[in-house]
């Protein structure tokens, strides 16, 4: 089993930065890809970027060219940059982990982009 626990979000004005993280501890082993995952109020969950273990990188269309996904293997912690962040950006932002014991959540963190 993998457990997963995010941190790093929070208020931040329009055109500002945060940065997301993800630790990832257990069988870590088993983790094919990483990914972040949001839901905003009222709406389904929306793929926002994945990272493969051979590091290929895939963004939705509302993000790309703002958000950076990245991860450090040592640390077992995937990252998610966001610049120019909008208010529409505001979701709770959750971890995913693809595993060959199949899918693994973090609780989610919630970012809120307002002025």
């Known amino acids: 089993q993998v457990q997963l626990v995010e941190s790093g979000g929070g208020l931040v004005q329009p055109g500002g930065s945060l940065r997301l993280s993800c630790a990832a501890s257990?069988?870590?082993?088993?983790?094919?890809?990483m990914s972040w995952y949001r839901q905003p109020p009222g709406k389904q969950r929306e793929l926002v970027a994945i990272i493969t273990n051979n590091g290929i990188t895939n963004y939705g269309d509302t993000v790309k060219g703002r958000f950076t996904i990245s991860r450090d293997n040592a640390k077992m912690t995937a990252y998610l940059q966001m610049n120019s962040l909008k208010p529409e950006d505001t979701a709770v932002y959750y971890c995913?982990?693809?595993?060959?014991?199949?899918?693994?959540w973090g609780q989610g963190t919630q970012v809120t982009v307002s002025s």
């Open positions: 257990g069988s870590i082993f088993s983790i094919y890809s």
């Open positions: 995913h982990a693809s595993t060959s014991f199949g899918n693994a």
